[in-house]
């Protein structure tokens, strides 16, 4: 088996990027735009640096994140709806 891939791969992460956007499920640069020249250098290998933006989309991603529950005193639980 291969190592997986962890954030520090990323060279706009690596680098601090000013436009890397660090997708949840492949930490690729959601935010790479052709026309921008800061994102030249992440062209050269996409695969690791950028993230296919048509397969992980906004919505499938927001579920994957977990929102925060907190166990109350009198037994109810509250949930965060924020980013549904």
Do not use: W
């Amino acid at each position: 088996m291969g190592k997986q891939k962890q954030p520090e791969d990323v060279l706009g992460y690596r680098k601090r990027c000013l436009n890397y956007i660090k997708c949840p499920v492949c930490y690729g640069c959601r935010n790479y735009r052709t026309t921008d020249p800061d994102c030249e250098t992440c062209k050269k290998s996409p695969k690791i640096n950028i993230c296919n933006t048509e397969i992980h989309k906004p919505g499938p991603i927001s579920q994957l994140v977990p929102r925060p529950r907190i166990k109350l005193e009198n037994g109810k639980t509250f949930k965060s709806n924020k980013g549904e």
